[in-house]
């Protein structure tokens, strides 16, 4: 089985002059702005300053009906429980709506399913667990709106229930006694993206100001809803949803308290993950603190993530964070050995099929969507990897946009126990007596959907871009975008017919490919390649590349260079 390596150019195309003209910001950013779909000036300007606007909480269906149910329990001291799930986004739903029922005087806990006993979302043990710990009101953060049987039980064992959850609606809303989804036909497209964090801040921020404006704090003072954003920021970037409306102005803010640095949690998986405060990014969430933070669920108790999180003091909070990085360091490996267990079982095919599915007794269920994502990124298909059980198989899928992996799983739903999740990732758990069945249907949904179809990556490209233009002005024009995420990628740019003064492989294995190129004016640009170190050797004179801009400090010195997405050679005069 070959992988793929081609990607397919699209070159956004450039804004009209009169557009350009009337747009006050730089006519680099007029045309990035103009490509991706900002038509008209004010809806530029719109985009440009919605990294300070903000939705109504009140609005969202059902607010109302939540609030006065976690007010009345809370007066009358009723039990509460959190009930989260594994990954970034859940815990710190979790912790976000903990720290604000506990600073009001609520007698709340938090419940993080294990994911190898559990698995995802509500489940008719722990809903038992609660109801004999005397819980009273159940309340689940980025879970719970397909979870129709196990909210049946939790009512009929004395329960209110309150879903806050942001996924995909089933055939039926959950019987509970108030949903908070922005999904639901009810609500306007304003709360539409908003993570399962993002969910449980609108119901904190409407405890926090009726709270405020009723007196009834409780015993404590309710915090201030700004000092939650940190949490929000980090589990709204780690769950991919998309960096545009209000997900934007909740980041860019949550950024600045996460590099405030005063959440303790925090600030020692900083510290041990080496990133200074004031330089955490997009980028630095998604690749350095969340992985840490994720790892707790895959390869031992989430938990761990969301005492982190809720640590009171640095003391407490540097052990769990060292104990969260070596965890980490497990799950990279076993990662790797995951990912080379699944190219044996499909790299026998000659042909990428439409779908790949690998399964195995040995697959650890906390890796096995590392690996579904590790085999999109090498072949551009969909991917399901399942971690195989006894009874019970717990499956993870990715995909490609040409594909919506959970409408498929929609479609096999009779021969799973229980599924859920988005476009591009989901998750299910399958009786392993039906992995075979299960293995087959999907592949036919792929090739009804795909057959035939070239299947190749595409590669947006934002701007034509002459190297002589870049600049530091350039760079700052460009960060009016951010904060970069999903559906607001770092611009791509692209500059033609440049030429190649030095290359070299750098990195383990000369993985790595790095680059001196120059404009024919005698200026030259750093460039980093990184996975092109085959090119090493073989580039032509003359090369097309496609790039993001980046700012490199190396000993104190900031320089501009060249993060290098894909080459070719030029074809031009």
Known sequence: M??????????HSPAPRAFIDHLPVSPWLGHILYGRGFHTVSSALDFLRSASVRSDPFALADMEKAVAIIFEAIGHQERIAVFGDYDVDGITATALLLETLQSMGAQAIGHIPQRSGEGYGLNPAAVRMLARDGIGLLITVDCGIRSVEEIVLARSLGMRVIVTDHHSLGPQLPPADAVLNPRRPENTDEFGLLAGVGVAFKLAQVLIRTSAALGTGGARTSPDEESLLDLVALGTVADIVPLIGENRSLVSAGLR??????????????????????????????????????AA????????????LMAPDMGAALALAERLNAINEDRRSITLRTRDQVMELVGVQRVVPPLIFAASPDFL?????????????????????????????????????????????????????????HAAAAGFTVQTSRLDELREQLLLLAERDLGGRELVPTLEIDAVVPLRELSWEFYRALDRLRPYGEGNPQPVLVSQGVGVKTMRAVGSGGQHLKLQLHDW????????????????????????VAYTLDRNVWRGRERLQLRVLDIRPSIGP
Do not use: C
């Open 2 to 11: 070959s992988t793929r390596t081609d990607k397919r150019w699209l070159i």
């Open 257 to 294: 308290k996460i590099n405030s640095a005063r959440r303790p949690g925090l600030a020692a998986l900083m510290d041990v993950a080496g990133v200074a405060p004031g330089t955490v990014d997009t980028h630095t969430i998604g690749y350095i603190l969340a992985p840490r933070l994720n």
């Open 297 to 308: 669920g895959r390869l031992d108790d989430a938990t761990l993530a969301l005492r982190l």
């Open 365 to 421: 269920s906390g890796i096995v969507g590392l690996a579904a994502s590790r085999l999109v990124d090498e072949f551009y298909r969909p991917a399901v990897v399942v971690a195989i059980g006894d009874r019970l198989s717990k499956g993870s899928a990715r995909s490609i946009p040409e594909f919506h992996i959970t409408r498929a799983l929609d479609e096999v739903a009779n021969l799973l126990e229980r599924h859920g999740g």
């Open 521 to 544: 004016n005698g200026e030259s640009w750093d460039a980093i390649a990184f996975k092109q170190g085959y090119w090493s050797g073989r580039l032509p004179q003359r090369v097309d």
